[in-house]
């Protein structure tokens, strides 16, 4: 079983930046793929930013060029950074882990889940 819990959330005004972790425990996540994912109200959750056992990543078109995945093997830990915040970001940001190496940006390829951090920007 693998447990993650997210940090960084909070308000920031547009054009700010956030740094999201996602600490994992009780399994090394060194060989998973990890993902963050994001779900705004009245909305379905959607892919943000994936990286792979082996570092490659990927991201959402909308947030290409502005958010960077990576992920501390040392530290079992994942991080978002997000620049230039838009409004249109806000929403409540998860964490997740993927054993199996399946499709990246399909919520159903991920197992493990943290409990979210809300993100919010103010125009």
């Known amino acids: 079983q693998v447990q993650l819990v997210e940090s960084g959330g909070g308000l920031v005004q547009a054009g700010g930046s956030l740094r999201l972790s996602c600490a994992a425990s009780?399994?090394?996540?060194?060989?998973?793929?990890m993902g963050w994912f994001r779900q705004a109200p009245g909305k379905e959750r959607e892919f943000v930013a994936g990286?792979?056992?082996?570092?490659?990543?990927y991201y959402l078109d909308s947030v290409k060029g502005r958010f960077t995945i990576s992920r501390d093997n040392a530290k079992n830990t994942v991080y978002l950074q997000m620049n230039s915040l838009k409004p249109e970001d806000t929403a409540v940001y998860y964490c997740?882990?993927?054993?199996?190496?399946?499709?990246?940006?399909?919520?159903?390829?991920?197992?493990?889940w943290g409990q979210g951090t809300q993100v919010t920007v103010s125009s």
């Open positions: 997740a882990a993927d054993p199996r190496g399946g499709s990246y940006d399909r919520h159903t390829s991920y197992d493990y």
């Open positions: 009780g399994s090394t996540i060194s060989r998973y793929c």
């Open positions: 990286i792979r056992w082996l570092g490659s990543t």
